[in-house]
């Protein structure tokens, strides 16, 4: 792969000279970052280029680029040949998703599919490409931990990834997954979007209820952070959230690497800065997201702001959640939330119920919200054990016309509105007739 890269570098520079590049990037925390390595990288070789941030990737998106200018694809396009193959210009993919159609003569590909490397996310892709650029850009290794772990990439680390953390110096220790693991223990936990604890999350009374159990108690005027508590603390605290998600063996995932990285010249929790990055996006301020990577300042308060806002957003949703009416059926559960819920955060509303005590592993929940003139659908699996979401969501949207992304335990799509009650129905035959192994 880093001879595919070297050769990309070289023909980049080549066109480059005579077209200006535009980086178009997927939205998440993963896109965020993988657009923030390339821009650096690029403003250092002195190269003019543009930055588009997009939800997803359509057809009308593709057709209205510029073909006088190179496009470089970040985390997405994977699944777009066929479109992307009547684009009269070259085209640069630096992506991490599963290739579903051959790749057209246009189309240069950097993705680990195509040489059997380990699983890595988008930014870490970019991460290898900055590098091999130039030593110079080893500073931008952080930026890959944090899309590392807005992924969830960082259970299996290969080579790749081993080499990204010693050029980030990052820090790791052993503890409860639950970030920020560098702030206050209460808000923490009140706010969590990586661990779902029924009658704590989102409940500050929940949270106190907590505490008071495992008998962890504030020292001056507030309580400890994550990497602060003992281990006799954090073993009280891990047996107190254990206790309240009774029948749902979650312990592996809870316990694992917290992983800090040095940023804005402070030891930070990667994942809490991959959650912020998402949320900036997700609250539609992608800007603000790429700002902040870049370590424009301005954008520190701002992003911050946004975040508490998102948090704000997630805890309504989840309380929406936990309310309301869910078809339910043979290991699925379905979450119409129509326009109570932004479309934008749904699929992290889907991802936290996954991870819930109320849903036995191999139970597929699939989450949708209203865009505009459009239902986003967010699929996501219990567990570890079950069906491929993603052949799941095909079996039913392409007949309807749609396309689907995603991974086979996280997949998403887009379909019309006026398609909501047929893609339901259908929806609910076909994770009917098709039972999940667990």
Same mark, same amino acid.
């Given at each position: 792969m880093l001879s595919a890269i070297k050769s990309a570098i070289e023909r980049i520079d080549i066109l480059s000279k005579t077209k200006p590049i535009t980086i178009i990037s997927h939205f998440d925390t993963d896109g965020i970052t993988s657009a923030a390595i390339f821009s650096r990288?690029? +403003?250092?070789?002195? $190269?003019k280029f543009s930055v588009k941030i997009l939800k997803s990737l359509e057809e009308t998106h593709i057709l209205a680029l510029p073909e006088d200018n190179l496009l470089v694809f970040l985390d997405l396009a994977s699944n777009s040949m066929r479109y992307l193959k009547n684009k009269k210009t070259d085209i640069?993919?630096?992506d991490h998703h599963e290739i579903t159609d051959e790749i057209p003569s246009n189309v240069t590909m950097i993705n680990p599919h195509l040489y059997d490397k380990e699983p890595m996310s988008g930014a870490a892709v970019a991460y290898l490409f900055a590098k091999s650029l130039s030593p110079e850009n080893k500073d931008l290794a952080n930026l890959a931990v944090i899309g590392?772990?807005?992924d969830s990439l960082e259970k299996n680390l290969g080579r790749v990834y081993d080499e990204i953390l010693r050029d980030s110096n990052t820090v790791i220790k052993k503890g409860l997954l639950l970030y920020p693991s560098t702030r206050?223990?209460? $808000?923490a936990l009140e706010y969590s979007s990586s661990m779902y604890i029924p009658g704590v999350t989102g409940s500050y009374l929940g949270v106190l209820e907590l505490l008071r159990d495992a008998n962890? +108690? $504030?020292t001056e005027d507030r309580y400890k952070s994550i990497h602060e508590l003992t281990d006799e603390e954090m073993s009280r605290l891990i047996t107190s959230i254990m206790l309240r998600m009774v029948g749902h063996d979650t312990t592996q995932e809870m316990i694992g690497n917290l992983y800090l990285v040095k940023f804005f010249n402070k030891l930070e929790d990667a994942r809490e800065f991959s959650a912020l990055i998402n949320a900036c996006s997700r609250m539609d301020n992608p800007e603000i997201a790429l700002g902040f990577c870049l370590g424009n300042r301005k954008y520190i308060e701002q992003a911050e702001k946004v975040y508490i806002e998102y948090k704000q957003h997630l805890v309504s949703a989840l309380r929406y959640v936990s309310e309301t009416d869910k078809i339910t059926g043979n290991h699925y559960a379905i979450i119409n939330a129509k326009d109570r819920i932004k479309d934008t955060i749904i699929g992290t509303v889907a991802s936290i119920i996954s991870h819930s005590p109320a849903y036995p592993q191999g139970t597929i929940i699939v989450a949708l919200a209203y865009n505009e003139d459009k239902i986003k659908v967010s699929a996501r699996m219990s567990g570890k054990e079950g069906k491929n979401v993603?052949?799941?969501l095909s079996k039913v949207v392409v007949p309807l016309g749609g396309e689907v992304g995603g991974h086979p335990n996280a997949a998403g799509c887009l379909i019309l509105r006026e398609q909501e009650s047929q893609f339901i129905q259908e929806l609910q035959k076909v994770l009917e007739v098709e039972p999940i192994k667990v």
């Open positions: 990288a690029l +403003q250092r070789w002195n $190269k640069f993919i630096l590392m772990v807005g206050p223990l209460d $808000k962890i +108690q $504030k993603r052949e799941v």
